[in-house]
C-alpha cells in the first residue's frame, strides 16, 4: 500500500489550494506523513533601471515579503487544518514556479504532491500550459490532481 510520509502542497493562498492542504493532510493523517507547503513568487525582487537602490533595502524588501507570505500560509494552515496532529512546514521560494516545485521535490525528497489544477483558458493555455501540466510531464513522482470546480 502506498502510504506517503512528505505530501508537498504548493499553494497560491487560493480556495483550491485549501482544498488541495485539506486533502494533503486527510493523506498524511493516515500515513503518519508530514506536509510541506510550498508558495513560489514568481516576481524578482530586483530593481533594475539607472536608479542605484542600497542592497539593504531590496533585502529588507525580500525579508518582508517571505515573512508575509509565511503568515499567510500559517493562516492557511489555521484555516483548514485546525483540528489536525499533522506536522505542516512552510517554506517559499522565488522563480519560475514549475521549476521551483521541481527542485523543492527533489531537495525534500518528496513522496507525493497534491495541487489543483488551476486551469487556463484560450491562448494563455496554448502558450503557456499550466504548472500543473509541466509537473505532470517532467516529474516521476506521484501526483495527486484534483478535480477542477465549477
Known amino acids: 500500500?502506498?502510504?506517503?510520509?512528505?505530501i508537498l502542497v504548493p499553494t497560491d493562498f487560493t480556495d483550491d489550494s485549501d482544498r488541495a492542504l485539506r486533502e494533503a493532510i486527510e493523506i498524511a493523517a493516515a500515513s503518519h506523513g508530514r506536509v510541506y507547503m510550498l508558495h513560489v513568487d514568481p516576481s524578482v525582487p530586483f530593481v533594475v533601471g539607472e536608479s542605484v537602490v542600497d542592497l539593504k533595502v531590496v533585502n529588507a524588501v525580500v525579508e518582508n515579503d517571505e515573512l508575509i507570505t509565511r503568515r499567510k500560509m500559517q493562516e492557511e494552515a489555521r484555516r483548514v487544518a485546525s483540528q489536525t496532529e499533522v506536522e505542516i512546514e512552510f517554506d517559499e521560494r522565488h522563480g519560475v514556479t514549475f521549476e521551483e516545485i521541481l527542485a523543492?521535490?527533489?531537495d525534500n525528497l518528496?513522496?507525493?504532491v497534491v495541487i489543483e489544477p488551476h486551469a487556463k483558458k484560450g491562448l494563455l493555455k496554448n502558450l503557456l500550459g499550466g504548472v500543473t501540466d509541466r509537473l505532470l510531464k517532467e516529474t516521476t513522482c506521484p501526483m495527486l490532481v484534483l478535480p477542477a470546480t465549477a
Not at 1 to 6: N, V, Y
Open 1 to 6: 500500500m502506498f502510504a506517503p510520509r512528505r
Open 104 to 106: 523543492y521535490m527533489k
Open 110 to 112: 518528496i513522496d507525493l
